[in-house]
């Protein structure tokens, strides 16, 4: 119940946060051969805190562009472009809030005079979507795109619960609490989507 409360707070947060952040997204890339933790007397997190944002973002704006494709197609059915940009936004939310976590931890770091385990990032390590959708036009390449979205989701959604076992970083396991629901949802949707396109 605690986890749940303060997961809601995070969202709550996160809606806020998101009407206040424009522009394009830009993070950092996560070093993770260290074995040291960040610790401070309100913040904690652990290598697999760390290797969970690293995987996780690259995902979240692969699914951005993915969205992105579908929204610049013609002949696609209202409701999945709803979903598609609920999505996209969702999935740049989620980016502001793991950089801004990241962020958090560096300053953490830089504080107590050590180096820091985040670095500038050099680029995306996810799925390029850029040849997903090529092939497809109109109802077709709706099907495509929920379908790739929704093995996304999925990937997204293990690589979380994975955080949620072996994470450290309590902060990150709220977002992530969230993160997890919203996903549920969104495939929910997807599964209705793709049976009225039938």
């Not at 996209?88 to 980016?95: A, C, L, V, W």
């Not at 293990?158 to 994470?167: A, V």
Request: with cysteine.
């Amino acid at each position: 119940m605690k986890r749940h409360l303060a997961a809601v707070a995070v969202l709550a947060a996160a809606l806020t946060l998101s009407g206040c952040v424009t522009g394009t997204v830009k993070g950092a890339a996560v070093q993770t051969a260290t074995t040291r933790d960040l610790e401070t007397t309100t913040v904690r997190a652990n290598n697999h805190d760390l290797n969970f944002i690293e995987q996780m973002r690259p995902l979240l704006r692969d699914t951005v562009t993915l969205g992105e494709q579908l929204l610049g197609s013609p002949g696609i059915d209202p409701a999945v472009r709803e979903l598609a940009q609920a999505s996209m936004n969702r999935e740049q939310d989620e980016i502001v809030r793991l950089n801004a976590l990241l962020e958090q931890w560096k300053k953490i770091d830089e504080g107590n005079g050590e180096a820091s385990t985040i670095l500038p990032e050099t680029g995306s390590k996810g799925v390029s979507p850029s040849e997903d959708l090529t092939e497809a036009t109109g109802t077709e390449r709706a099907r495509l795109y929920l379908s790739i979205l929704r093995g996304r989701l999925e990937l997204m959604i293990t690589l979380s619960e994975r955080q949620l076992e072996m994470g450290q970083s309590e902060t990150l396991k709220d977002q992530v609490d969230v993160m997890v629901t919203l996903k549920h949802d969104r495939i929910d949707r997807i599964d209705e989507l793709l049976a009225s396109l039938s």
